[in-house]
């Protein structure tokens, strides 16, 4: 089964850093493009950071400055770098893969996404 395995989630306080990573399983990363996703409780679940399959990556005012992704096709490894973290970064994150060639990349729509990981929690919390 093809799919994303995710890590490196769990409890950080105010102004620390988490790095999240995003496996794919049984697949190729080469021509996906990635797009990363968070849900806060009792919000819909929204794109904040793509990578295209061209390493370019692009992020949502919210994360801009913080956040980090980076692709390792080599390992086929997508990483998320969150420094900085706030109590209102606190969701489930996942990675989401999808066949798109372009040099810029974006987070819609949602359900172009083929692959997705299994979320991953993030709380920021003292």
């Known amino acids: 089964q093809s799919q994303f395995v995710e890590s490196g989630g769990g409890l950080v306080q105010p102004g620390g850093s988490l790095r999240l990573s995003c496996a794919a399983s049984?697949?190729?990363?080469?021509?996906?493009?990635i797009g990363w996703f968070r849900q806060a409780p009792g919000k819909e679940r929204e794109g904040f950071s793509c990578?295209?399959?061209?390493?370019?990556?692009e992020y949502s005012d919210s994360v801009k400055g913080r956040f980090t992704v980076s692709r390792d096709n080599a390992k086929n490894i997508v990483y998320l770098q969150m420094n900085s973290l706030e109590p209102s970064d606190t969701a489930i994150y996942y990675c989401?893969?999808?066949?798109?060639?372009?040099?810029?990349?974006?987070?819609?729509?949602?359900?172009?996404?083929?692959?997705w990981g299994q979320g991953t929690q993030v709380t920021v919390s003292s």
């Open positions: 989401a893969g999808r066949r798109r060639s372009a040099y810029v990349c974006n987070n819609h729509p949602q359900n172009d996404y083929i692959y």
């Open positions: 049984n697949f190729t990363l080469t021509t996906y493009e």
């Open positions: 990578i295209s399959i061209f390493g370019l990556a």
